[in-house]
């Protein structure tokens, strides 16, 4: 029974109780009337000490629902109480300092939620069963993965390089790994606390521009000083062995005709020597790109043109899959077409005889997908395709695949070389 109706209950109860006495104990009418009068009186009394006490508790009891809805704008009357006031007062200060933090709580959680969307490294959060509860763009695109085939999965279902190194990787830890021998990723695993339970996420950030600057660094170190070494040898050498060549008396008689032989196979050593140096050093003063709009159909016609006859040679045959209209890219013509052509090079060198090289433009995915039928490569190599120096030919110089791999992070473009089946090894470029 609710306080109210105790009261008036009560209240009733005790007026009748005194009414029906005031008839036995005053038998003069007179008096009888002057009691019934105090007794209305009192009534009215009760009714007026009811409302000021009862409806302030109601308007607390309409506050407290308020909170329990979570509705922080209602706001108390003062009820002329002072005793009811001072309460009315301090639960008005109490809504609004909750209204207050609740504001400052969405403008954080807005904030904080802008920037999980808006950051540069990839962020997955999951919640208390490892299920992946949220993942930013820039995690989606590192994955390559569609943002249904993640959220409210467990992580542990889902089969992908990044994720099956996260799985394994300690809380509180960070692993640095390379990936299809292209892209590198800093890994890093941790937690945090809610409502008293660990929650893990994960943070993805692309190291591959800044390992490829430093390895620039190092490696171009070293070739400048190599260049310096060779050119100041092979100069004065060649210059001898010119004059040598030049001075006809030594040769007029014909007695040393197998030592002129022998320098000019020299000459033609230094020379090719220089060539080789140059190569070294073209990589290290690779310029950077001067971009503008680039047909990529026939930029590859003109591409396979040129290699065809070469090609045809070793009974090479090149395929072009290609849309009937022009498909554009901002690119530095000249960077990429020097790019696709060390691809086919080394499609070509897989293959070394009789097969094919298959280009597959995707206007609409804006990839293309280079395919040859040759030997391909072995897991431990595919790690170190792109380093620096790294070749599975023996007479490979490695650079081919590393100035690749600058042209195309310096156009930021993504791009991965791995082998489809047994009989087809792919160069696949996203634009």
Request: charged residues 20%; hydrophobic residues 45%; without cysteine.
């Amino acid at each position: 029974m609710r306080i109210r109706t105790k009261y008036l209950l009560f209240v009733a109860i005790l007026h009748l109780t005194v009414l029906v006495l005031t008839w036995f104990i005053f038998p003069n009418k007179i008096f009888f009337l002057l009691a019934e009068l105090v007794i209305l009186v009192s009534a009215v009394l009760s009714w007026q000490f009811f409302k000021q006490l009862i409806r302030p508790l109601e308007m607390i009891t309409q506050g407290a629902e308020a909170m329990q809805d979570r509705d922080f704008t209602v706001k108390l009357v003062p009820s002329g109480n002072y005793e009811i006031d001072k309460l009315i007062g301090l639960y008005n200060q109490m809504m609004d300092e909750l209204r207050t933090e609740r504001t400052r709580q969405e403008q954080q959680h807005l904030f904080l939620e802008k920037l999980i969307q808006t950051s540069p490294t990839g962020i997955i959060i999951l919640d208390f069963d490892d299920l992946i509860q949220q993942v930013n763009p820039k995690a989606l695109q590192m994955l390559a993965l569609d943002h249904s085939a993640l959220v409210m999965k467990s992580i542990h279902a889902i089969s992908h390089p990044v994720l099956n190194l996260v799985k394994v990787l300690p809380s509180g830890q960070s692993v640095t790994q390379t990936f299809n021998g292209a892209v590198t990723y800093k890994l890093q695993k941790s937690h945090f606390i809610d409502r008293g339970f660990p929650r893990h996420f994960i943070m993805l950030e692309e190291l591959t521009a800044e390992i490829l600057a430093a390895e620039k660094k190092a490696y171009g170190k070293v070739i400048r000083m190599m260049a310096h070494e060779v050119n100041n040898s092979i100069g004065p050498v060649n210059s001898i062995l010119a004059s040598a060549l030049s001075t006809e008396k030594i040769w007029a008689s014909g007695e040393h005709l197998t030592l002129r032989h022998a320098l000019e196979v020299a000459i033609a050593r230094n020379q090719n020597l220089n060539i080789f140096m140059r190569n070294f050093a073209d990589l290290v003063r690779l310029p950077a790109p001067q971009k503008r709009q680039v047909d990529l159909v026939q930029l590859l016609q003109d591409l396979m043109g040129l290699m065809q006859q070469k090609a045809g040679e070793k009974d090479i045959r090149f395929v072009g899959v290609l849309p009937n209209e022009p498909v554009f890219v901002i690119a530095d013509p000249q960077q990429l077409e020097q790019a696709l052509i060390n691809i086919a090079k080394n499609a070509m060198e897989a293959i070394q005889y009789n097969g094919e090289v298959v280009f597959t433009l995707d206007r609409y995915a804006r990839t293309l997908a280079i395919a040859d039928t040759g030997s391909g490569f072995t897991d431990r190599e595919a790690e170190q395709l792109f380093s620096p120096f790294f070749s599975t030919k023996p007479d490979g110089q490695g650079i081919g695949l590393t100035l690749v791999k600058e042209i195309l992070v310096n156009h930021g473009f993504e791009f991965s070389l791995k082998r489809a089946d047994e009989k087809h090894t792919v160069f696949l470029l996203k634009f």
